[in-house]
């Protein structure tokens, strides 16, 4: 499969005082992202809320490269590296044009609403990496 992506534009509430993007606005760019490549997959929060499902991001390790600036039109990508049976591990990489912005490696796990770990539904690892189905 190849790597999802989705454009940001860079707004003004996204910057701090040097005008440059706030390190902490990076961690939505990124959700963004996540979401909408679940949402092509046609894999709905809501509905997994529905089934007594969630994700949840257990770490997260970012590298900040260059700083984006406002007006910015970056892309977001992401990609599975790694799916378990409880666990995916996500590449993401922020682009401003060809350039790498910050990458992050997620690993996001499966629980229960009610609390407690949960194990990937066997339809929804199949469409997140088509070669387990």
């Given at each position: 499969?190849?790597?999802?992506?989705?454009?940001?534009?860079?707004?003004?509430?996204?910057?701090?005082?040097?005008?440059?993007?706030?390190?902490?606005?990076?961690?939505?760019?990124?959700?963004?992202?996540?979401?909408?490549?679940?949402?092509?997959?046609?894999?709905?929060?809501?509905?997994?809320?529905?089934?007594?499902?969630?994700?949840?991001v257990r770490s997260m390790e970012i590298d900040?490269?260059?700083?984006?600036?406002?007006?910015?039109?970056?892309t977001v990508t992401t990609e599975v590296l790694?799916?378990?049976?409880?666990?995916?591990?996500?590449?993401?990489?922020?682009?401003?044009?060809?350039?790498?912005?910050?990458?992050?490696?997620?690993?996001?796990?499966?629980?229960?609403?009610?609390?407690?770990?949960?194990?990937?539904?066997?339809?929804?690892?199949?469409?997140?990496?088509?070669?387990?189905?």
């Amino acid at each position: 499969m190849s790597a999802h992506t989705f454009p940001v534009r860079i707004y003004y509430e996204d910057t701090d005082f040097s005008g440059n993007v706030y390190h902490a606005a990076y961690l939505k760019f990124f959700e963004r992202g996540r979401t909408e490549f679940l949402r092509d997959l046609g894999i709905h929060h809501h509905e997994l809320v529905e089934d007594g499902l969630a994700f949840a991001v257990r770490s997260m390790e970012i590298d900040f490269i260059a700083a984006a600036r406002i007006d910015d039109l970056l892309t977001v990508t992401t990609e599975v590296l790694e799916a378990g049976g409880v666990r995916l591990v996500l590449s993401q990489t922020i682009l401003r044009e060809d350039k790498v912005i910050t990458t992050a490696k997620v690993q996001v796990v499966t629980i229960k609403t009610s609390g407690g770990p949960a194990r990937l539904p066997a339809d929804l690892r199949a469409r997140l990496v088509p070669s387990t189905a």
